[in-house]
């Protein structure tokens, strides 16, 4: 990969540790069934396409899980804290090397979220690293729920490359989420399947890329 000029980061699981068995539990606490079918890695229930995609409030969101759970008597904390417990934190180091990388390549975000999420992650990073967001560490930051469009459509692809003048095969796209590889590998761009125990400060020691 000497060609590559650009970088598109997944945040999930490639920058933030993420777990979807503990939202899984969260949700089944809540009085979700059918767990495996609302709510996983692969596949989920078009109301976090929607709520990832913008096209639906947070208060239209968790309208959604209390009519899934049968309990209208949810409150909106409860369904927000089960929603953020798939958040585990960012690894020592990360923020340092994605300052390091974007000193070599024109560096981007493009994660699928929604508004509850961002709100929580913003913070996190506010209070644990001084962040006022996610911005100092990329070129640019593009989530799902503010352009109303998600990953693996194309279009969420099309409009990063088009809008930045990248060349798809100058590029590599780095995520968790097979669906979303086979797309980016569609439009041209090099991609890489970040899994445990691998990590982002392992991936680029091993590849030489700085």
Same mark, same amino acid.
């Given at each position: 990969?000497?060609?590559?000029?650009?970088?598109?980061?997944?945040?999930?699981?490639?920058?933030?540790?993420?777990?979807? +068995?503990?939202?899984?539990?969260?949700?089944?606490?809540?009085?979700?069934?059918?767990?495996?079918?609302?709510?996983?890695?692969?596949?989920?229930?078009?109301?976090?396409?929607?709520?990832?995609?913008?096209?639906?409030?947070?208060?239209?969101?968790?309208?959604?899980?209390?009519?899934?759970? @049968?309990?209208?008597?949810?409150?909106?904390?409860?369904?927000?804290?089960?929603? @953020?417990?798939?958040?585990?934190?960012?690894?020592?180091?990360?923020?340092?090397?994605?300052?390091?990388?974007?000193?070599?390549?024109?560096?981007?975000?493009?994660?699928?979220?929604?508004?509850?999420?961002?709100?929580?992650?913003?913070?996190?990073?506010?209070?644990?690293?001084?962040?006022?967001?996610?911005?100092?560490?990329?070129?640019?930051?593009?989530?799902?729920?503010?352009?109303?469009?998600?990953?693996?459509?194309?279009?969420?692809?099309?409009?990063?490359?088009?809008?930045? @003048?990248?060349?798809?095969?100058?590029?590599?796209?780095?995520?968790?989420?097979?669906?979303?590889?086979?797309?980016?590998?569609?439009?041209?761009?090099?991609?890489?399947?970040?899994?445990?125990?691998?990590?982002? +400060?392992?991936?680029?020691?091993?590849?030489?890329?700085?």
């Amino acid at each position: 990969m000497e060609n590559i000029k650009n970088i598109i980061f997944d945040y999930g699981n490639v920058i933030f540790l993420i777990d979807f +068995q503990r939202t899984q539990q969260a949700f089944i606490n809540l009085g979700i069934t059918n767990i495996e079918e609302f709510f996983a890695h692969k596949g989920h229930d078009p109301l976090f396409d929607e709520f990832e995609k913008g096209n639906i409030t947070p208060e239209e969101f968790r309208n959604g899980i209390r009519h899934k759970a @049968n309990k209208p008597q949810l409150t909106d904390a409860q369904i927000d804290d089960a929603w @953020n417990t798939i958040f585990i934190g960012i690894e020592d180091g990360n923020h340092e090397l994605l300052l390091k990388i974007k000193e070599k390549y024109n560096t981007f975000l493009l994660s699928n979220t929604n508004q509850i999420h961002h709100k929580f992650f913003s913070a996190y990073v506010a209070k644990t690293f001084g962040l006022k967001d996610n911005s100092s560490l990329f070129n640019k930051v593009y989530y799902s729920h503010l352009l109303n469009m998600r990953k693996p459509n194309a279009n969420i692809f099309e409009y990063v490359l088009q809008t930045n @003048n990248l060349n798809p095969a100058e590029t590599l796209f780095i995520d968790d989420s097979p669906q979303h590889l086979k797309t980016a590998k569609e439009l041209g761009m090099h991609t890489y399947l970040m899994t445990a125990p691998d990590t982002l +400060q392992k991936y680029f020691e091993t590849n030489q890329l700085l």
